[in-house]
Nanobody
């Protein structure tokens, strides 16, 4: 089993920045992908970004150039740096980890972009 704990959400003005973190614990295994989904009110959950065990990354078109993702394999932690935030980035952000045993989710952290 894998447990994920997110941190770093909050309220920020348009154009501002936030950094989300996700720490994994439990039976993580050596090869895994970590990433983030988000879900805005009334909308489907969408993939924001992910990073695989080799450091390869992928981003949704809507955040490309504004968000970066990184991971610390020693601490089993990932970070989502969100810059130039827009009101449409407002959502609950969910961390996930995927390995051969399955996909695991964090509890979600609220990000609100508003003036």
């Amino acid at each position: 089993q894998v447990q994920l704990v997110e941190s770093g959400g909050g309220l920020v003005q348009p154009g501002g920045s936030l950094r989300l973190s996700c720490e994994a614990s439990g039976t993580i295994l050596s090869s895994y992908t970590m990433g983030w989904y988000r879900q805005a009110p009334g909308k489907q959950r969408e993939l924001v970004a992910f990073i695989n065990s080799l450091g390869g990354t992928s981003f949704a078109d809507s955040v490309l150039g504004r968000f970066t993702i990184s991971r610390d394999n020693v601490k089993n932690t990932e970070h989502l740096q969100m810059n130039s935030l827009k009101p449409e980035d407002t959502a609950v952000y969910y961390c996930y980890l995927r390995n051969v045993m399955g996909t695991y989710w964090g509890q979600g952290t609220q990000v609100t972009v508003s003036s």
